[in-house]
């Protein structure tokens, strides 16, 4: 079982009491180093507590594209807790974890949900279940298309665990078959320079049709570096 390490609520009131009493049996410079010391400790085990268990590595198969190229993604999470770890490699809805920001004015780009939406079989979501060891990986490789009227839409996951798409406008030009789906659409407006970074993040357990998993998804937030996308004419 993976257990998440949480400060108990009482942690802090124990620091300052025993705290206190400490300084109380001191005083002057030998009053100043204690409580230097104390807070000290205290920072580290706030540090050591947050400290996450997953590293995340985005890259890209080139940094300059135009019109028309495909994004191919390379994303690498690794385990870099002490525990075993259970995580879901999630192949619905590419690119909703993902942040799209122009450099030059430092915006966020606007995301369209996806351009088509699709109904799933009863109990099942397009997902692996991935068991991470200490200093284990994984990695997984997804694209994204860059449209015509400059929209990057990330691709869908095939044909797999759903009954269809829905009827609907793509809400982008020219989307090849592979980009038309639930994979997120984001709104780029011109061509430049972009920094894409992805995130992991659980903040709840769910399954792609087992009712009972073998053990509780990892639970929380991890971040990417970043990876550039040049867009020229």
């Given at each position: 079982?993976?257990?998440?390490?949480?400060?108990?609520?009482?942690?802090?009131?124990?620091?300052?009491?025993?705290?206190?009493?400490?300084?109380?049996?001191?005083?002057?410079?030998?009053?100043?180093?204690?409580?230097?010391?104390?807070?000290?400790?205290?920072?580290?085990?706030?540090?050591?507590?947050?400290k996450?268990?997953?590293?995340?590595?985005?890259?890209?198969?080139?940094?300059?594209?135009?019109?028309?190229?495909?994004?191919?993604?390379?994303?690498?999470?690794?385990?870099?807790?002490?525990n075993?770890?259970?995580?879901?490699?999630?192949q619905?809805?590419?690119?909703?974890?993902?942040?799209?920001m122009?450099?030059?004015?430092?915006?966020q780009?606007?995301?369209?949900?996806?351009?088509?939406?699709?109904?799933?079989?009863?109990?099942?979501?397009?997902g692996?279940?991935?068991?991470?060891?200490?200093?284990?990986?994984?990695?997984?490789?997804?694209?994204?298309?860059?449209t015509d009227?400059?929209?990057l839409?990330?691709?869908?996951?095939?044909?797999t665990?759903?009954?269809?798409?829905s009827?609907?406008?793509?809400?982008?030009?020219?989307?090849?078959?592979?980009?038309?789906?639930?994979?997120?659409?984001?709104?780029?407006?011109?061509?430049?320079?972009?920094?894409?970074?992805?995130t992991?993040?659980?903040?709840?357990?769910?399954?792609?049709?087992?009712?009972?998993?073998?053990m509780?998804?990892w639970q929380?937030?991890?971040?990417?570096?970043?990876?550039?996308?040049?867009?020229?004419?």
């Amino acid at each position: 079982m993976i257990t998440m390490k949480k400060k108990k609520a009482g942690t802090t009131k124990i620091l300052v009491t025993a705290t206190t009493k400490l300084l109380r049996t001191v005083s002057g410079q030998s009053k100043f180093s204690c409580l230097l010391a104390i807070v000290c400790l205290n920072l580290s085990s706030v540090s050591a507590s947050e400290k996450p268990d997953l590293s995340i590595s985005l890259s890209t198969n080139k940094t300059i594209y135009h019109k028309g190229d495909e994004v191919v993604f390379t994303e690498t999470i690794k385990n870099i807790s002490k525990n075993t770890v259970q995580l879901i490699d999630d192949q619905c809805g590419y690119g909703s974890d993902m942040k799209v920001m122009r450099v030059s004015d430092h915006s966020q780009c606007s995301r369209i949900e996806c351009s088509a939406g699709h109904t799933l079989k009863p109990g099942l979501r397009p997902g692996v279940r991935k068991f991470l060891t200490a200093n284990e990986s994984f990695t997984r490789k997804f694209s994204a298309y860059i449209t015509d009227d400059l929209h990057l839409a990330f691709q869908n996951h095939g044909t797999t665990g759903f009954t269809g798409f829905s009827a609907g406008a793509t809400k982008a030009k020219n989307l090849p078959e592979k980009y038309f789906g639930c994979g997120q659409v984001f709104d780029l407006g011109k061509v430049g320079h972009y920094q894409v970074t992805a995130t992991y993040s659980n903040s709840g357990d769910w399954s792609t049709g087992s009712i009972h998993p073998p053990m509780p998804l990892w639970q929380g937030s991890a971040h990417s570096n970043t990876a550039d996308v040049q867009v020229a004419d």
